[in-house]
C-alpha cells in the first residue's frame, strides 16, 4: 500500500474541523440577519447629554431640556437623503409643537447649513415656520463629539428621546412620515 494510500492523519483533520466549524457557526449565525443594520446601543439609555450652539449663535444642552419631549436629527448639506427628508421634518415640527425638534450639524459648516435654509425649496416653508415660531434650532457639532457619543456611522440619523430623557428610537437612513408620526406619538404621549 502506498503512503498517501487510505490512512487519515487525524491532527490535520481535527486542526482543518476546529478551524472550519467555528467558521461555519459564525456564518449560520448570520442568515436571516439584515446586513445593512446598525447596531443600536442607545434605545431604552438615556440620550447622551451634550452642549451645542445654533446657527443663530444660541446655546442649547439637551439637560435643559428634561421633560420635554426630543427629536434629534442629524444631517449634513451634501446629504442627499437629509434634503428629501428635511422639509417633512419641518412640517412634522409644526404639527408636534410639544416636541423639541434639534437638527444636528454633521461632519458641515453652519455657514453652508445657513445658506441651505434660505434658499429654496426651505426659503418660503422656513419664512413660514419662522414666524410662527416653529422652525426648529440646527446645532453645530464642530468637534463631531455629539455624533460620536449619539454612535452615528452617517446621515441622516435621527433619535426619539421621551420626557425622562430616555431614547426610544432610532432610526438610520431618512424617516418616513409613517415612522416619524408613529415616534413622534409615542414621545408626545409619555
Excluded at 101 to 113: C, N, R, T, W
Aim: glycine share 8%; proline share 9%.
Amino acid at each position: 500500500m502506498s503512503a498517501s494510500g487510505s490512512k487519515v492523519n487525524w491532527p490535520i483533520l481535527a486542526v482543518g474541523l476546529g478551524v472550519t466549524l467555528p467558521l461555519m457557526a459564525l456564518l449560520y449565525a448570520g442568515f436571516g440577519k439584515d446586513p445593512t443594520a446598525l447596531p443600536d446601543a442607545l434605545t431604552g439609555d438615556p440620550a447622551p447629554t451634550f452642549r451645542l450652539v445654533d446657527i443663530e449663535g444660541k446655546e442649547w444642552a439637551l439637560a435643559d431640556l428634561k421633560g420635554k419631549p426630543v427629536f434629534i436629527n442629524f444631517w449634513s448639506t451634501w446629504c442627499g437623503p437629509c434634503k428629501v427628508e428635511h422639509p417633512m421634518l419641518l412640517q412634522a415640527a409644526s404639527a408636534y409643537p410639544d416636541v423639541q425638534f434639534l437638527g444636528i450639524i454633521y461632519s458641515d459648516e453652519a455657514k453652508k447649513v445657513d445658506r441651505q435654509m434660505r434658499a429654496p425649496p426651505y426659503r418660503d416653508l422656513m419664512a413660514t415656520l419662522d414666524s410662527a415660531g416653529i422652525a426648529y434650532p440646527n446645532l453645530d457639532d464642530p468637534t463631531g463629539r455629539a455624533a460620536i457619543d449619539y454612535g452615528v456611522g452617517g446621515v441622516p440619523e435621527s433619535f426619539f428621546v421621551d420626557r425622562s430623557g430616555m431614547v426610544t428610537f432610532k432610526q438610520v437612513g431618512p424617516l418616513s412620515p409613517d415612522i416619524a408620526r408613529r415616534e413622534l406619538d409615542r414621545i408626545s404621549r409619555q
